[in-house]
């Protein structure tokens, strides 16, 4: 059995959005991704380890424990060996506490990354592949996260084009959800149920040429 990780925030956490409640395993995105590959033959787990409100390097003054690079390490060492750690985040870096920009939040991802290869594994486990996605832009945040993610439409334009960049830097893949899902039109943050399946099928291609097919 070969493990995915998926490290992310709500959006990958399955929110429905305008509530706080969850989708079932089965309608996120990363369920969804596990259904299509095993549907291919595949036999993979994918292990989700995504936290409400998670930043890249950051802190939340309001909320302890949001800064993604810690003890990102300890959690790749925790679920090695991994075949492929998959990184969605960016999303909270613009909540209206902060002042950053695409190019700041793509900087905290870049460090994800050389967490990701420098995690305590043990010796002869492999060094897991990463794969960068771009979470949706904004559309206009509202309803009751409109207040904390007031500014974010403005603050992350081009966090896709700058998330691509560090990911060809550093050598790792790259998908653009954007591409196949804009965010919810219930909060313009999260995703809905379709969105969530959206994403998921368009990454089981991806994600299946990343792996090979095993042995």
Request: charged residues 20%.
């Amino acid at each position: 059995m070969r493990q995915i990780l998926v490290y992310g925030d709500s959006l990958s956490w399955g929110i429905v959005p305008g509530t706080r409640r969850r989708f079932d395993f089965a309608t996120r995105w990363p369920g969804v991704l596990e259904t299509g590959l095993v549907g291919r033959g595949l036999e993979v787990r994918v292990i989700e380890d995504c936290l409400n409100g998670r930043r890249t390097v950051w802190d939340d003054p309001f909320k302890p424990g949001r800064r993604g690079i810690d003890g990102l390490g300890q959690r790749i060492e925790v679920n090695s060996p991994l075949e492929l750690v998959i990184l969605v985040l960016g999303t909270n870096d613009f909540q209206s506490m902060h002042p950053h920009s695409a190019w700041h939040s793509a900087q905290g991802v870049a460090a994800l990354v050389q967490a990701i290869r420098s995690a305590p594994i043990e010796p002869g486990m492999p060094v897991p592949p990463v794969l960068v996605v771009a979470p949706p832009p904004f559309d206009d945040p509202r309803g009751p996260v409109g207040p904390k993610f007031a500014g974010g439409e403005a603050k992350s334009l081009g966090l896709a084009a700058a998330l691509r960049e560090v990911a060809f830097t550093l050598g790792c893949a790259y998908f653009d959800a954007g591409t196949v899902t804009p965010a919810s039109t219930v909060d313009g943050v999260h995703l809905d149920a379709e969105q969530h399946r959206r994403l998921g099928e368009a990454l089981v291609t991806v994600v299946a040429d990343l792996i090979g097919p095993g042995a």
